[in-house]
């Protein structure tokens, strides 16, 4: 399951377009990381985008 669980940002569709313009399905997945968050006090391994990742760790550094 590529999907975000803070964001919820997941695989999109659509077409590959070839030099010859013909178009074939494809995906695009985020880049998803298991990071390990504490939640309510107790540490969780949840699948996170990189981009949430990114913003958590300024969001801890400011």
């Not at 313009?21 to 391994?45: E, F, H, L, M, Q």
Request: glycine residues 6%; contains cysteine; positive net charge.
């Amino acid at each position: 399951m590529a999907k975000c669980s803070v964001c919820g940002k997941g695989v999109v569709f659509g077409h590959q377009v070839s030099h010859s313009n013909r178009k074939t399905n494809r995906a695009w997945k985020p880049n998803i990381r298991k990071v390990k968050v504490s939640v309510d006090g107790t540490v969780k391994t949840v699948p996170m985008c990189a981009r949430c990742l990114r913003t958590m760790k300024k969001a801890e550094n400011a």
